[in-house]
C-alpha cells in the first residue's frame, strides 16, 4: 500500500470496511493507527492496527450532493 499519513478525522479502509482515525501514536519505524467504526448492528467499536503491518488506505472525501429519487428516501 502507499505510505499513508493519517490524520485524526480521515476516513480510512482497513481490513474490508471504513473507519474514521480518533488517534496516530508515530514511532520511528510504524504507526500505531485508533479507529471507530461500527460494528454490523450499528454497535460502536473500536481497532487497534500497526501501519504498515496492516495495509491501510485512505479514502477520498467526496463533497458532492448526491440526487437520489422518492423510491430510495
Known amino acids: 500500500m502507499e505510505n499513508l499519513h493519517p490524520?485524526?478525522?480521515?476516513?480510512v479502509r482497513v481490513r474490508q470496511r471504513t473507519w474514521?482515525?480518533?488517534e496516530v501514536d508515530e514511532w520511528p519505524q510504524a504507526r500505531v493507527l485508533t479507529l471507530a467504526g461500527f460494528?454490523?448492528?450499528?454497535?460502536?467499536?473500536?481497532?487497534r492496527v500497526i501501519a504498515p503491518v496492516d495495509d491501510?488506505?485512505?479514502?477520498?472525501?467526496t463533497r458532492?450532493?448526491?440526487?437520489?429519487g422518492?423510491?430510495?428516501w
Open 7 to 11: 490524520q485524526i478525522g480521515d476516513r
Open 20 to 22: 474514521r482515525v480518533q
Open 39 to 47: 460494528e454490523a448492528d450499528g454497535q460502536p467499536c473500536l481497532l
Open 56 to 61: 491501510v488506505a485512505a479514502i477520498q472525501a
Open 64 to 68: 458532492r450532493v448526491r440526487r437520489i
Open 70 to 72: 422518492m423510491r430510495r
